[in-house]
């Protein structure tokens, strides 16, 4: 195992958070999307963000295949790597709000400590989990990659949800039908989110008016 190095010290940066939300008048936050593959946490995701930047909000999209490309491309999907990959995820999660941005992050992220050890990286109130909730068997109808039918097939071993465990959030501060509702109503849902806690302005919701 590497050892941690015993000689760095965090910097104080001159410009703070409240002086970038300052500079993108609206606070930042960060939004995790949990659920199912295919329960449309990416989809939503990127919906909110088109409808966020429409409003002049600063945002940017943690998408799990991208950042498995990169940041996390060493690892598997082992408990062990899932554990590691969500605790990057985290750690940036919390550089981009120290930045002053809305970060979204749309991860399975199936387990309930791994996302509480995220929430604990960020001030109270600045977690937002928003739960996917779609039933197995749309998810597997959705299979637009084709991982159920290889899970079930045995291809993909400890695949979330056939074999391997996905453990849904007790209190997560929204809960999206996705299975059920419109992209366009969930949108509406997130957004409605964030004006009630006061992370973006309620006069931006309708951007076309």
Known sequence: ???KSTNTVWHHATVTRKDREILHQHKSAVLWFTGLSGSGKSTLAHAVEDRLHKMGVSTFVLDGDNVRHGLCSDL?????DRVENIRR???LAKLLSEAGVITLTAFISPFKEDRNGARKLMPHGDFLEIYCDCPLEICEQRDVKGLYKKARAGEIPSFTGIDSPYEAPERPELVVKTGEKSLDQCVDEVVQLMVSRGIVNKVCVNPGT
């Open 89 to 91: 995820i985290g750690e």
């Open 1 to 3: 195992m590497t050892r």
């Open 76 to 80: 598997g999907f082992s408990d062990e």
